[in-house]
C-alpha cells in the first residue's frame, strides 16, 4: 500500500508564492510518474505538472514559467514551487502517483487559496 501526504498549502496573496510538498511512503516501485493536480470549485481535477522517472516534466500552459515540479527520488517525495500566483490558482491540490502497471495513488489535497 502506498500512502502520499501533502503539505505546504495555504492563503498567500496574489504574486505571492508557495512550495508544496508530497511524500510518498509503504510499498514504493515500480514508479512512472509523479505528478501534482488541482480542482477549484465546480470544476473537474485538472494536471497541473507532472514528473516521469525519466525525468521528463509537463505542464499545463496555464501554470508554465510561474511552477516547477522536482522530484528528490531518494526520499520519494515531489515538490511544486508555485510562482506569481494569481486567484484563478485556488483550488486544492492533490499529489498522483502512477505506476508502469497502471496503478494511480493520491494524496488527499492540500488547500491553495489565493487572495488579498
Known amino acids: 500500500q502506498v500512502q502520499l501526504v501533502e503539505s505546504g498549502g495555504g492563503l498567500v496573496e496574489p504574486g505571492g508564492s508557495l512550495r508544496l510538498s508530497c511524500a510518498a511512503s509503504g510499498s514504493i516501485s515500480n514508479i512512472y510518474a509523479m505528478a501534482w493536480y488541482r480542482q477549484a470549485p465546480g470544476k473537474q481535477r485538472e494536471l497541473v505538472a507532472v514528473?516521469?522517472?525519466?525525468?521528463?516534466?509537463n505542464y499545463a500552459d496555464s501554470v508554465k514559467g510561474r511552477f516547477t515540479i522536482s522530484r528528490d527520488n531518494a526520499k520519494s517525495t515531489v515538490y511544486l514551487q508555485m510562482n506569481n500566483l494569481k486567484p484563478e490558482d485556488t483550488a486544492v491540490y492533490y499529489c498522483?502517483?502512477?505506476?508502469?502497471?497502471?496503478?494511480?495513488?493520491w494524496g488527499q489535497g492540500t488547500q491553495v487559496t489565493v487572495s488579498s
Open positions: 514528473s516521469t522517472i525519466g525525468g521528463r516534466t
Open positions: 498522483n502517483l502512477a505506476t508502469w502497471d497502471g496503478q494511480a495513488y
